[in-house]
């Protein structure tokens, strides 16, 4: 079981990707952008596509099929 409290699915085959917090879905990012977007609007504030890098690296985001790269099936 995962400790990461945000999930990035593997993406669909639209190129999107589901991702949920704390098991909850909170929308369909098409790009690292996105993903900050949704966190920042699930209430992990000031985010943005190099904190999405930093975080992955530090194990708090699971990136299932892919990485922050991988956006298309």
Do not use: C
Not at 6 to 12: K, L
Not at 14 to 39: C, E, K, M, W, Y
Not at 41 to 53: C, I, S, Y
Request: proline content about 5%.
């Amino acid at each position: 079981m995962s400790t990461a409290r945000v999930v990035v699915h593997p993406p669909a085959t639209n190129g999107g990707r589901r991702v949920t917090v704390d098991g909850q879905p909170i929308g369909v990012a098409f790009s690292a952008h996105d993903l900050a977007v949704f966190l920042e609007r699930a209430g992990l504030e000031g985010w943005d596509e190099l904190d999405v890098a930093q975080h992955s690296e530090l194990g708090l985001i699971e990136w299932r099929g892919g990485g922050p790269e991988v956006w298309q099936t």
